[in-house]
């Protein structure tokens, strides 16, 4: 099988478009937060009907992913014969349809249209996803996999933590009409968010991409499954964006309360943006943490710095003062000595990360006072390294499998349309703060994920050093 190096120029192209990608698909994907309160105060919808944003949108990836997988099952893996370039750009155009399908939702004021637009959003999403993800993994050795993935992701986070502040802007106060929102105030937005995946869509076709395509092996089609650490792996993505997007999609409304903070939804985006700001620094603290290529004394003083420019990156689009955000400083710090209490190691990591995730949240549910307002925020610190971390040990040695795990990986995104939903009836029927208590289940599996995988990856290192294209 043919090793593809990342020694050479020609990959830092390939890299700069993909990035510009993961920004894309973070923002629009973070817009689905503003969108949840929106929605349910403009058709005056319970917090079970309003995650139905979520449910529609992440629904798209298991319907897509599955699509793909029975494809891949009976004429083999799509990928491998139009290649990642051509996925990518399917899944733009797809993308684009799915945003100027907000026009006619917004003319009807319907909410099961603006459902239809998410769903066809969700779809060419599962396309990029399940193009783009293995494609970073693959521009080199494996071993450096996690630290390209996280740097991809990173950039996806900088989409995220953009998105509320400024889709925020758009949806409750520039597009508002005579300060009221309504569904027009969607409108605009989206046709201008449709145009620029059609110029991304065009970009990724006059551009030249390296074709990383394996050859297939057809002696077994469900090869994929055989490797343990992607089952595990399907469960730990399913649980992942699950409580990430559950937490998220509900912070407007946990700040909103009048015991908790009790601030308007334009004020409440800010600190939203803070939670996956925090999603941010973690990612590129871990782009250099896990990478093979940076000496490990140099890797304090880089972590340090970076952590400090995307601090101020972040404060320069909230508004909010210093002293307001001053105690996520504090988690920032927390997050750094994680990095180096985990030793570069993923499988440790990611089982680090999961635990504190889990003692933020118990503060949250049983603590009092402001702090439990940080706990929650900055559960996004320790959700940076989950996505990358799980899809590259899961995918790690799966050969000419790897679109096909791929695909399957997508399918375990089905998390982010279940368990907000759960969540939101929970909320119903428990409260908004108790409900929180459900991530800490998805957190506890994480953990297991992660143990696990250390144990059969140091059982086994011929996979662990096997090409991943």
Known sequence: MQNHAINTPKYGVPMTVLTLLFFMWGFITCMNDILIPHLKNLFELSYLQAMLVQFSFFGAYFIGSLIYFIISYVKGDPINKIGYKMGIIIGLIISALGCFLFYPAEIYSKYSLFLFALFTLGLGFTLLQISANPYVSSLGAPEGASSRLNLAQGFNSLGTTIAPVVGGFLIFEFFAIDGKVSAESTKIPYLIFGGLFLLAAILVKAIHLPSLISKEDSSNK????????????????????????????????????????????????????????????????????????????????????????????????????????????????????????????????????????????LVTLFGSGT???????????????????????????????????????????????????????????????????????????????????????????????????
């Open 222 to 361: 469900l090869g994929a499954l055989a490797f343990p650490q992607l089952r595990g792996g399907i469960l730990a993505i399913f649980f992942y964006v699950g409580a990430e997007v559950a937490i998220g999609s509900l912070i407007i409304n946990f700040l909103a309360i009048p015991e908790i903070l009790g601030v308007d939804e334009h004020i409440a985006k800010n600190y939203l943006a803070l939670y996956w700001g925090g999603a941010m620094i973690g990612r590129f603290l871990g782009a250099i943490s896990l990478s093979d290529k940076i000496e490990s004394t140099k890797k304090i003083g880089l972590m340090f710095a970076t952590s400090i420019l995307v601090f101020l990156l972040i404060y320069a689009f909230v508004d909010l003062s210093f002293n307001q955000i001053l105690p996520f400083i504090g988690f920032i710090i927390l997050n750094i000595l994680s990095f180096f209490i985990g030793k570069s190691n993923a499988s440790f990591v990611l089982v680090l990360f999961a635990l504190i995730n889990i003692i933020l949240l």
């Open 371 to 469: 702090i439990i307002i940080w706990t929650l925020l900055s559960i996004g610190l320790f959700n940076s390294i989950m996505w990358s971390n799980i899809f590259t040990l899961s995918i790690t040695g799966l050969g000419s499998y790897t679109g096909q795990g791929s695909s399957l990986l997508i399918m375990g995104i089905l998390g982010g349309a279940l368990l907000p939903l759960l969540q939101g009836w929970l909320a119903d029927s428990i409260g908004l703060r108790n409900s929180f208590f459900m991530p800490i289940i998805c957190y506890a599996y994480i953990i297991g994920y992660g143990l696990y995988t250390k144990k059969i990856l140091k059982q086994n290192p011929i996979n662990r050093g096997q090409s991943l294209h």
